[in-house]
């Protein structure tokens, strides 16, 4: 789970700044500019990425971004470091306008892209010092990062052609946040990590928050995003489906229960929060969601020799917010005279 000592708990209650705030932010494409899946075409042609997009990422927290594929989490981060320009609505990275202050924001943040690019001909050293540079920053990190992501002194000398796929994401993490940014916007970070190393980058984003610094966290490991987020927003085609905190999500999932009983099964028709019963020779499963007191109380006092309670994870309350917003989402006849109106 995220990182809940004292100090991040005084920084998540107490007055926050935005370190990322957008309000109406907005990115059409051209269709034959981006292809995409239907959903995104725009009754005029164009295609929507990203759709009044409202979102505040506080400083200090680590903040998950989630999407599947073509859901606008790429076009979300390339708008805020000004790579992209917004159609409509505005973006701020601490403080500053993604449009006007773009090269600057670039400058105070770290960033790894998802499937990091890398120059074969350059050492790991070398790609350092470069993107070191780029960021006009001294690297103060880098002796902590390399040592905590074991890439030693031989292997920096290398060049990066010889590197296998974990090595050159190790190199990414370390280019990412090796001038200590002031925020650092991760894209699929442990890509590539064996589960050491994995371990290692979130001990690593435990020590960034603890230091005040803020992490805009995009992954399609919804596990990691459960141990190392405070909040997360959750967007369908460039729209926000749901924006809360970890334990709010989680609170509000269906848990799967299975029980087995000697003797008479317990009545749950109409205790609240209680779906899906199916009893079966002494054997009861059902779905309980949000508060578990009124579940417990009704199965209190029976004969009960086996019970299991599958705790909530992120990856089945996203899957429900998709499934909802997939049923609430208006056919396109009803879009197009929205549009029209």
Not at 124 to 129: A, F, N, V
Not at 279 to 289: S, Y
């Amino acid at each position: 789970m995220a990182n809940y000592n004292a100090g991040a708990m005084t920084r998540r209650y107490a007055p926050l700044v935005a370190a990322i705030e957008t309000v109406g932010l907005t990115k059409h494409y051209g269709r034959r500019a981006l292809p995409v899946h239907p959903p995104f075409v725009h009754p005029t042609g164009l295609v929507r990425a990203l759709d009044d997009l409202t979102i505040d990422v506080r400083e200090g927290e680590v903040f998950g971004f989630l999407g599947p594929n073509g859901a606008g989490k790429s076009t979300m981060i390339r708008t805020l470091l000004g790579f992209l320009h917004p159609t409509a609505g505005r973006a701020q990275v601490l403080g500053l306008d993604v449009v006007r202050k773009s090269v600057e924001i670039r400058r105070r943040v770290g960033y790894l892209p998802g499937g990091v690019a890398l120059h074969d001909s350059l050492s790991g050293e070398d790609q350092l010092d470069y993107m070191a540079a780029l960021s006009s920053r001294p690297p103060v990190r880098r002796a902590d990062l390399t040592d905590r992501l074991e890439l030693p002194e031989r292997t920096l000398k290398r060049r990066v052609r010889d590197y296998s796929r974990g090595m050159r994401q190790k190199i990414g993490i370390v280019q990412a946040l090796q001038h200590d940014p002031e925020l650092a916007i991760l894209d699929e970070p442990t890509e590539g990590l064996d589960p050491l190393m994995q371990r290692a980058f979130y001990e690593i984003l435990d020590d960034l928050q603890a230091a005040g610094r803020t992490v805009f966290f995009s992954s399609h490991v919804l596990s990691e995003v459960e141990r190392v987020c405070d909040r997360v927003a959750i967007i369908r085609s460039g729209r926000l489906v749901a924006l809360e905190e970890i334990d709010t999500l989680l609170a509000h999932r269906k848990r799967d229960v299975e029980m087995r009983v000697a003797g008479g099964l317990p009545v749950l028709a109409g205790v609240p929060g209680v779906t899906a019963i199916v009893e079966m020779d002494g054997r009861l499963t059902c779905h309980v969601e949000g508060d578990m007191g009124p579940f417990m109380r009704a199965i209190a006092g029976f004969p009960i020799t086996d019970l299991t309670i599958e705790p909530a994870h992120l990856e089945e309350a996203f899957l429900e917010y998709y499934e909802d917003a997939e049923a609430n989402a208006p056919g396109p006849a009803v879009a197009r005279q929205r549009e029209a109106g």
